[in-house]
T-cell receptor, first 111, second 112 residues
Framework: GIQVEQSPPDLILQEGANSTLRCNFS?????LQWFHQNPWGQLINLFY???GTKQNGRLSATTVATERYSLLYISSSQTTDSGVYFC?????????????FGTGTKLQVIP | DAGVTQSPTHLIKTRGQQVTLRCSPK?????VSWYQQALGQGPQFIFQ???????QRGNFPDRFSGHQFPNYSSELNVNALLLGDSALYLC???????????FGEGSWLTVV
């Protein structure tokens, strides 16, 4: 099956710093999404981004589907950004989609 | 607008027992997927339901089964529970397969 690797696996930032998280995938995909999982387990959708660039406040994401990677940028980090960030790729067609999550990046933002 | 809701939130079962977890999708969504997330790991895809049929399945044994009802809600059943089934079980819904996925808060299952 498809392999989805994220880097770095762990990241510690000082509040206010910027960071870039990377997601590499081994095969072509239909869709890619970024999620933030808070300490209570809730997965929050950040971006639905099969290709191109999107921005939402301090967060932005870029997916280069032809080169099989996606980047998540976090600017001016805050302690509330702490948690685990996952990318998830989707393959299939019509009503037959299979989602594979990446290995995750655990982010800790310290005051 | 209610999001994805799951029940129960937490439960403890004994090895060998059976468990049923429930999920109501976000309003307007008709596709439901289930995931298992062990501690320290990423979510693993169990299966996806669309139009009341299992459309895709991950690498999970037949002990894991599911159902989707006409109102699009779904159940996940796990038979003959093993200690290794202890995990957070997440339900997700989307409007159509391939669209943005929204997750519920999950059901924490502990098998003792």
């Amino acid at each position: 099956g498809i392999q989805v690797e994220q880097s770095p696996p762990d990241l510690i930032l000082q509040e206010g710093a910027n960071s870039t998280l990377r997601c590499n995938f081994s095969d072509s995909v239909n869709n890619l999404q970024w999620f933030h999982q808070n300490p209570w387990g809730q997965l929050i959708n950040l971006f639905y981004i099969p290709s191109g660039t999107k921005q939402n406040g301090r967060l932005s994401a870029t997916t280069v589907a032809t080169e099989r990677y996606s980047l998540l940028y976090i600017s001016s980090s805050q302690t509330t950004d702490s948690g685990v960030y996952f990318c998830a790729v989707e393959r299939g067609s019509g009503g037959y989609q299979k989602v594979t999550f990446g290995t995750g990046t655990k982010l800790q933002v310290i005051p | 607008d209610a999001g994805v809701t799951q029940s129960p939130t937490h439960l403890i079962k004994t090895r060998g027992q059976q468990v049923t977890l429930r999920c109501s999708p976000k309003s307007g969504h008709d596709t439901v997927s289930w995931y298992q997330q062990a501690l320290g790991q990423g979510p693993q895809f169990i299966f996806q339901y669309y139009e009341e049929e299992e459309r895709q399945r991950g690498n999970f044994p037949d002990r894991f089964s599911g159902h989707q009802f006409p109102n699009y809600s779904s159940e996940l059943n796990v038979n003959a529970l093993l200690l290794g089934d202890s995990a957070l079980y997440l339900c997700a819904s989307s409007g159509i397969p391939g669209n943005t996925i929204y997750f519920g808060e999950g059901s924490w299952l502990t098998v003792v």
